[in-house]
């Protein structure tokens, strides 16, 4: 398995408090990626970036922002947690020399209280 | 715009029979196909990708694709399924000319003993 890590795995937080979503990857990659995922369904797109300080918008509309300070962390951030923030969140990363095929960490499972 | 599409829901099959979960893909150009795998509770495993040469491509655990070209279809194959196998899989597409992969909406897979 590729070495990316999420954590927490798991989180239980009530309605507006912030909240951020670690993720790092020890593999060199560029490239990294945020999805949204409900359970059992279609992975969404959220945020990704090309590298060190750069970060763009996927094609689910989130409220969520996102840095990239280090090649090797990509933390995801709610300024303010909601019920409808209730989800999974899978980060991802890829090598281009790889055909951009994208590994994935475990996962941090959210439930907005 | 680049899809995949995933036209079953689920696909049960006896443990020991061969299996099959498709996917058909709409691209312009050449297309970069992938499968993933996700167990409950994990994120998505890499199982294979197709980029370009043999039809026939061979990845993780015994699985296989095949790439169809003139049937638009890359499904997944497995000559004998494993209760192991339970699992959702989903189909993945690479945009030309965008970093990005677009995934399908997944397959849940049972296999019974």
């Given at each position: 398995e590729a070495d990316i890590y999420q954590t927490p795995r798991y989180l239980v937080i009530g309605t507006g408090k912030k909240i951020t979503l670690e993720c790092s990857q020890t593999?060199?990659?560029d490239k990294m990626y945020w999805y949204q995922q409900d359970p059992g369904m279609e992975l969404h797109l959220i945020h990704y970036s090309y590298g060190v300080n750069s970060t763009e918008k996927g094609d689910l509309s989130s409220e969520s922002t996102v840095s990239r300070i280090r090649t090797e962390h990509f933390p995801l951030t709610l300024e303010s947690a909601r019920p409808s923030h209730t989800s999974q969140y899978l980060c991802a990363s890829s090598d281009?020399?790889?055909?951009?095929t994208q590994y994935f960490g475990p996962g941090t499972r959210l439930l907005v209280l | 715009a680049q899809s995949v599409a995933q036209p079953e829901d689920q696909v049960n099959v006896a443990e020991g029979n061969p299996l099959t979960v498709k996917c058909t893909y709409s691209v312009s150009g050449n297309p970069y196909l992938f499968w993933y795998v996700q167990y409950p509770n994990r994120g998505l495993q890499f199982l294979l990708k197709y980029i370009?040469?043999?039809?026939l491509v061979k990845g993780s655990y015994g699985f296989e694709a095949e790439f169809n070209k003139s049937q638009t279809s890359f499904h997944l194959k497995k000559p004998s399924a494993l209760v192991s196998d339970s699992a959702l899989y989903f189909c993945a597409v690479r945009r030309t000319g965008f970093q990005k992969l677009v995934f399908g909406t997944g397959t849940r897979l049972l296999v019974s003993p």
């Amino acid at each position: 398995e590729a070495d990316i890590y999420q954590t927490p795995r798991y989180l239980v937080i009530g309605t507006g408090k912030k909240i951020t979503l670690e993720c790092s990857q020890t593999m060199g990659h560029d490239k990294m990626y945020w999805y949204q995922q409900d359970p059992g369904m279609e992975l969404h797109l959220i945020h990704y970036s090309y590298g060190v300080n750069s970060t763009e918008k996927g094609d689910l509309s989130s409220e969520s922002t996102v840095s990239r300070i280090r090649t090797e962390h990509f933390p995801l951030t709610l300024e303010s947690a909601r019920p409808s923030h209730t989800s999974q969140y899978l980060c991802a990363s890829s090598d281009p020399r790889d055909i951009e095929t994208q590994y994935f960490g475990p996962g941090t499972r959210l439930l907005v209280l | 715009a680049q899809s995949v599409a995933q036209p079953e829901d689920q696909v049960n099959v006896a443990e020991g029979n061969p299996l099959t979960v498709k996917c058909t893909y709409s691209v312009s150009g050449n297309p970069y196909l992938f499968w993933y795998v996700q167990y409950p509770n994990r994120g998505l495993q890499f199982l294979l990708k197709y980029i370009t040469g043999d039809n026939l491509v061979k990845g993780s655990y015994g699985f296989e694709a095949e790439f169809n070209k003139s049937q638009t279809s890359f499904h997944l194959k497995k000559p004998s399924a494993l209760v192991s196998d339970s699992a959702l899989y989903f189909c993945a597409v690479r945009r030309t000319g965008f970093q990005k992969l677009v995934f399908g909406t997944g397959t849940r897979l049972l296999v019974s003993p």
